[in-house]
């Protein structure tokens, strides 16, 4: 194996703290993983990883090695696609996670647009509300709604989604519609538990610069968004949810917005991914038009 491979290998190691993840995503046994660290401790004379047997960290040399690897490596590829075609800088495949509303309802409709653009740029879109690991899954970047766990991926904010509330007029004509949040204590609103963490969200509204919340006695609670839009259509209760989630029930009377003054925070829109550097330029051109297009459904 050649000096740049073991740079490669290393530095996969590093992004996935661990050799069987390094090894499956660069479709290599374990065995050989590990024989390139060991061959590149021995070249360069000193320990760059710290092993256990859950997790794979960088020692103080090993860090300051991996950014060097990330320089040499940037560079390798830049040399090689020196004199190749301009088009092939923009080829291959990128995997994106994404909810499945925004999948469905805002990426997926102006995608024919964007695969025109780039004819050699393959899309696969893992349409999920769960937390996925980028590495481990090996997804090149996530679009998440709501605000973020800490972490060392790179954020990139686009903008915030507004919500809002929303009940079907079967609901209404039973219950009577809710004037302000003092009502809501004779109303039913649909749970919404967390994908992460199964824990339910409380309903929230913002009043002046402070957000208040309330349980609401409820009867269903569901973990995904289709079934929560579902449950409200079918009159269980009343829902929070982004704008763009609901507006063509709204539009089609199926749907009727309540305490229009007392909406929840809006939610902030995140790309996430895992360097600021060395990126493709295929994934640059793919993450701006996704960007761009998710903001124009957002507030600034």
């Known amino acids: 194996m050649d000096r740049i491979d073991l740079f490669r290998v ?13 090894a499956n995503t660069l479709g290599m046994p374990r065995s050989s993983v590990s024989a390139a660290i060991q061959d590149l401790e021995n ?14 960290t960088t020692t103080q040399d090993g860090a300051a090695f991996y950014e060097r690897c990330q320089r ?5 590829e830049e040399t090689e696609n020196l004199f190749r075609s301009a088009d092939f800088a923009f080829a ?17 409709p102006a995608l024919p647009a964007f695969l025109d653009a780039y004819p050699q740029i393959d899309v696969e879109i893992n349409a999920t ?3 996925v690991d980028l590495t481990e899954e090996r997804i090149d970047c ?11 991926l790179i954020a990139r904010p686009i903008g915030t989604l507004s919500l809002v509330n929303v009940a079907s007029p079967a609901y209404l004509a039973r219950h009577g519609t809710p004037r302000d949040p ?3 204590a004779h109303h039913i609103a649909i749970g919404y538990a967390s994908p992460s963490n ?11 610069n402070t957000t208040r919340t309330l349980a609401i006695k409820g009867r269903v609670a569901v973990n995904n968004a289709e079934a929560y839009i579902a449950c409200c259509l079918a009159g269980l209760g009343l829902i929070q949810i982004p704008a763009y989630d609901v507006e063509a029930h709204i539009r089609a009377g199926e749907l009727v917005e309540v305490l229009p003054e007392y909406r929840a925070a809006p939610m902030p829109v995140t790309l996430l991914y895992l360097h600021r550097q060395h990126l493709s330029r295929r994934f640059q051109a793919f993450a701006d038009w996704l960007v761009e297009l998710v903001r124009s459904r957002c507030e600034a």
Do not use: Q, Y
């Not at 199964?198 to 002046?208: I, Q, S, T």
């Open 182 to 184: 003092g009502d809501l």
């Open 142 to 152: 996530a679009l998440r709604v709501g605000t973020l766990v800490e972490s060392e």
């Open 198 to 208: 199964g824990r339910l969200a409380p309903w929230e509204w913002v009043d002046g």
């Open 72 to 76: 040499l490596i940037s560079d390798v």
């Open 43 to 56: 070249r360069v004379g000193t320990r760059l990883l710290n092993r256990t047997t859950r997790k794979v």
């Open 92 to 108: 291959g495949t990128l995997r994106v996670d994404m909810p499945g509303r925004i999948g469905r309802l805002i990426v997926a």
């Open 129 to 131: 509300d769960r937390p």
């Open 10 to 22: 290393f530095a996969r190691v590093v992004e996935c703290a661990n050799f069987t993840r390094a």
